[in-house]
């Protein structure tokens, strides 16, 4: 089984700084790309930022300039660092990662649980 853990989400003020963080765990042969998607009420689920396993970056343009993803091959985990968060950042974030659990196995997308980013004044 794979498992993907979301932490550092909650409450900010606009201007404000957040670090999410996304571990990836249990039976992972390789990982290949890993991003962030985030999904506001009444919206569809978008992606904001992806990182291929060389470490390449996409970004939507809406966070251009302000959001950095990064990853760390080693603990199998991505980062997204947002900065001058804005009240339309907030949703729900989600870490999602292409993954080979195994040799005989080709990838799969896995997804966390979600954590809520929430900016307003």
């Known amino acids: 089984q794979v498992q993907l853990v979301e932490s550092g989400g909650g409450l900010v003020q606009p201007g404000e700084s957040l670090r999410l963080s996304c571990a990836a765990s249990?039976?992972?042969?390789?990982?290949?790309?890993m991003g962030w998607y985030r999904q506001a009420p009444g919206k569809e689920r978008e992606l904001v930022a992806a990182?291929?396993?060389?470490?390449?970056?996409n970004y939507a343009d809406s966070v251009k300039g302000r959001f950095t993803i990064s990853r760390d091959n080693a603990k199998n985990t991505v980062y997204l660092q947002m900065n001058s968060l804005k009240p339309e950042d907030t949703a729900v974030y989600y870490c999602?990662?292409?993954?080979?659990?195994?040799?005989?196995?080709?990838?799969?997308?896995?997804w966390g649980q979600g954590t809520q980013v929430t900016v307003s004044s």
């Open positions: 990182i291929t396993s060389g470490g390449t970056p």
């Open positions: 249990g039976s992972i042969f390789s990982i290949n790309a």
């Open positions: 999602n990662a292409d993954i080979r659990s195994s040799w005989r196995r080709g990838y799969s997308p896995y």
